[in-house]
T-cell receptor, first 115, second 112 residues
Framework: AQSVTQLDSQVPVFEEAPVELRCNYS??????LFWYVQYPNQGLQLLLK??????LVKSINGFEAEFNKSQTSFHLRKPSVHISDTAEYFC?????????????FGKGTMLLVSP | EAQVTQNPRYLITVTGKKLTVTCSQN?????MSWYRQDPGLGLRQIYY???????DKGDVPEGYKVSRKEKRNFPLILESPSPNQTSLYFC???????????FGPGTRLTVL
């Protein structure tokens, strides 16, 4: 079974500083990779996804993630964070063993942006 | 507006009293799923459905039942709730596995 590891449960950072949220998954087969964001007291929203092709994917609000097959990683980065980026971020993976039907989530990383 | 709705949003109940949490989507999506979210554990998939009358177990199915008699609805049933099922539950839907998964607003369940 697929597993997802988010190495940091909490990442505190100052506004306008860069940030990286780490994500590693267990299998090196052809996976789909996702980052979801959950703002306080809300449901989850898709931030970005990797299905195939270019290994660097970007969101509309300045986040990007790079798929690294050899390291089985999909780290999320932003060069300059805002207070409004404070939220919990979840990495998720789907693989062909389930026909891509199931989605396995990491435990989440809380990004805390302070002024 | 494209959305996934869940009801109720909040529920406090007692051990053993059967309950149903409804989930409905208006996007004609094929796939629907139920997750539970617990602090420090992230989201764990309970059940999923690939289409009408096609459901399968996720990672934590014990104590839950689902049905998919219509494409738009995917209710979660707890036949005999126990305190360890106290959690935040999310329903989600997507058209195909590679597509964006849309989440409902969540149902906070407390079992006393």
């Amino acid at each position: 079974a697929q597993s997802v590891t988010q190495l940091d449960s909490q990442v505190p950072v100052f506004e306008e500083a860069p940030v990286e949220l780490r994500c590693n998954y267990s299998s090196s087969v052809s996976v789909y990779l996702f980052w979801y964001v959950q703002y306080p007291n809300q449901g989850l929203q898709l931030l970005l996804k990797y299905l195939s092709g270019s290994t660097l994917v970007k969101s509309i609000n300045g986040f990007e993630a790079e798929f690294n097959k050899s390291q089985t990683s999909f780290h999320l980065r932003k060069p300059s964070v805002h207070i409004s980026d404070t939220a919990e971020y979840f990495c998720a993976v789907s693989d062909p063993s389930s026909g891509y039907s199931t989605l396995t989530f990491g435990k989440g990383t809380m990004l805390l942006v302070s002024p | 507006e494209a959305q996934v709705t869940q009801n109720p949003r909040y529920l406090i109940t007692v051990t053993g009293k059967k309950l149903t949490v409804t989930c409905s989507q208006n996007m004609n999506h094929e796939y629907m799923s139920w997750y539970r979210q617990d602090p420090g554990l992230g989201l764990r998939q309970i059940y999923y459905s690939m289409n009408v009358e096609a459901t399968d177990k996720g990672d934590v199915p014990e104590g839950y039942k689902v049905s998919r008699k219509e494409k738009r609805n995917f209710p979660l049933i707890l036949e005999s709730p126990s305190p360890n099922q106290t959690s935040l539950y999310f329903c989600a839907s997507r058209d195909q596995p590679r597509d964006t998964q849309y989440f409902g607003p969540g149902t906070r369940l407390t079992v006393l």
